[in-house]
């Protein structure tokens, strides 16, 4: 239950954390899903791209629906092994724009810190997968270099702190770098790009909201979630003590075939956040990262579905559908 002034949650969210599955055997198990005809393509796909999964996110799936809209983002496929021409491990390519360790600098304005390589949920579909973590590691070490390029370049109002998940980040390490980053004095806004809020919304806690808004800092949360489904009243709970607490929320979605690549997923979505006070800001074409390629859509398909959002939900529900392309100065809008 949540207080005006305070957030209390059964269990804490580290306990939460470390109960993730991560065994193919095991989530197939909670299901009801038969081991004979997924068992063998989920364990070798997830020698690829570990499965992670939330307890709590898992039971918002449908027992026995292998095509269940949140199981398929997390359920490793044979399809994966499938190399496909047009798809690479760096789709956005990030390597030219990772001018510090940690810190990647695509668009004037702000940049982006890569917190940590975790993640509380793997997403099959995520850009990332083959993101050398190694060599970006935000260590107290490689702080000090980062703060020193946001410092000499006045021009950076925003930092956003990615991963991984940030959240996965403790809360100490959190206030540290929050702190030393309202102590830049052009640094106005701090941006958080996270899905722990949806599939672990333990996470949400009154410690973390102290860090987040103890500073002069505006915090913008950019949420990840894909279908309404992923919506229950614990995730409800986490957007009204974030609400509470002056944090702006916006959610940006991936158009994925097979979960929300229908008008009527993407308008109940829409309605949805809505309802818990999130803004709907980006659909996004599927970055083409190798090993992703069976969640694509066609942009014809995209823009036809906003097409058709359009016509019926008003213009502030609708989110914005974009592509992300290399070396160019913003996300690419695409036109419906």
């Known amino acids: 239950m949540i207080a005006q002034n305070d957030v209390r949650w059964e269990r804490p969210w580290q306990t939460v954390l470390k109960e993730v599955i991560s065994s193919p055997e095991e989530l197939l198990e909670a299901l009801d899903l038969n081991p004979q005809e997924w068992l063998a393509p989920a364990r070798r796909a997830s020698e690829l791209f570990s499965l992670r999964v939330p307890r709590g996110f898992v039971a918002r799936m449908q027992p026995g629906d292998p095509n269940d809209p949140l199981l398929r983002q997390v359920l490793p496929l044979d399809a994966e092994h499938i190399e496909t ?4 491990a760096d789709p ?9 360790p940690g810190l990647i600098h695509k668009y004037r304005g702000r940049v982006l810190l890569t917190l940590t390589s975790a993640c509380a949920v793997n997403c099959r579909f995520c850009f990332r997968r083959h993101f050398p973590y190694q060599d970006n590691q935000l260590s107290r070490r490689a702080l000090g270099p980062i703060l020193d390029y946001i ?5 950076i109002h925003e930092v956003i702190l990615s991963g991984g998940d940030p959240l996965v980040a403790n809360d100490n390490t959190l206030q540290s770098i929050v702190t030393a980053l309202a102590a830049i004095p052009h640094v106005t806004t701090l ?29 913008v949360i ?4 894909n279908h309404a489904q992923e919506w229950d009243n ?33 308008i109940n979505l829409s ?3 809505l309802h818990h006070g999130v803004v709907p800001y980006y659909l996004h074409l599927l970055d083409k990262v190798q090993g992703a390629a069976h969640f694509d859509v066609a942009e014809e398909k995209g823009q036809a579905l906003i097409a058709e959002m359009t016509k019926q ?7 914005r559908l974009v592509r992300e392309v290399a070396g160019l100065p913003a996300k690419q809008l695409v036109s419906v």
């Open 151 to 155: 410092q000499a370049d006045s021009n």
């Open 85 to 88: 021409p047009g798809y690479q």
């Open 222 to 225: 950019v949420l990840h979630s």
């Open 92 to 100: 956005v390519n990030e390597a030219a724009v990772n001018p510090v």
């Open 313 to 319: 939900l008003p213009g502030y529900l609708v989110p």
């Open 271 to 273: 309605e949805t956040l």
């Open 234 to 266: 614990a995730v409800a709970q986490a957007m009204q003590a974030l609400r509470a607490r002056g944090v702006v929320l916006l959610n940006q979605s991936v158009l994925l075939k097979g979960v929300n690549d229908s008008a009527a997923a993407l």
């Open 191 to 219: 941006r958080l790009h996270t899905r722990l809020p949806i599939v672990l919304p333990e996470r949400i806690t009154t410690e973390l909201l102290n860090v987040l808004t103890a500073t002069r800092l505006k915090p």
